[in-house]
């Protein structure tokens, strides 16, 4: 995997209530960290507008929103495990609202990286247990290890 993934970036247990909540919280940690710049948030609630990442999972629904990649300072996968589902509007509009417990935000540098990511996280995201697996990881390490093997 390309992106950085570290415990930093990781939100275990986050109680936030709402979509805009939860990107503000991702976001806040990816510019903290240097990887997004400031406004990072925002250009992600207007990219979602246009283009929502929510996604019907088996068993645990997720998200993967990102912004386009001027707000990138460099890759990164920022990750919250929820405490309840947060609404996402559906990838390609179908199946109704994505009632998402995973969320996977992406500071991507171009589209490519972002297709590369799904195609080889898309597999992932297939297999219940494995989601079952992210949600119920306690501990950031324990998560990117899992990621990690997972992803290869």
Request: glycine share 6%.
């Amino acid at each position: 995997m390309a992106a950085d993934l570290l415990s930093n970036l990781i939100v275990i247990k986050s109680t936030k209530t709402s979509k805009e909540e939860v990107l503000q919280e991702l976001s806040d940690a990816a510019i903290a960290a240097g990887y997004a710049r400031p406004g990072y948030c925002q250009a992600i609630l207007e990219r979602e507008a246009k283009y929502p990442t929510g996604l019907h999972t088996p068993e645990i629904e997720v998200a993967v929103p990102h912004a386009d990649a001027e707000w990138t300072i460099k890759p990164s996968l920022t990750i919250a495990i929820l405490d309840e589902p947060v609404i996402f509007d559906p990838m390609g509009g179908e199946g109704g609202l994505v009632n998402a417990e995973l969320v996977f935000m992406l500071t991507i540098e171009d589209a490519s990286e972002h297709l590369d990511f799904l195609r080889s996280f898309s597999s992932l995201m297939e297999v219940p247990q494995v989601l079952i697996d992210f949600k119920n990881s306690g501990d950031p390490e324990e998560l990117i290890s899992m990621i990690r093997e997972k992803m290869g």
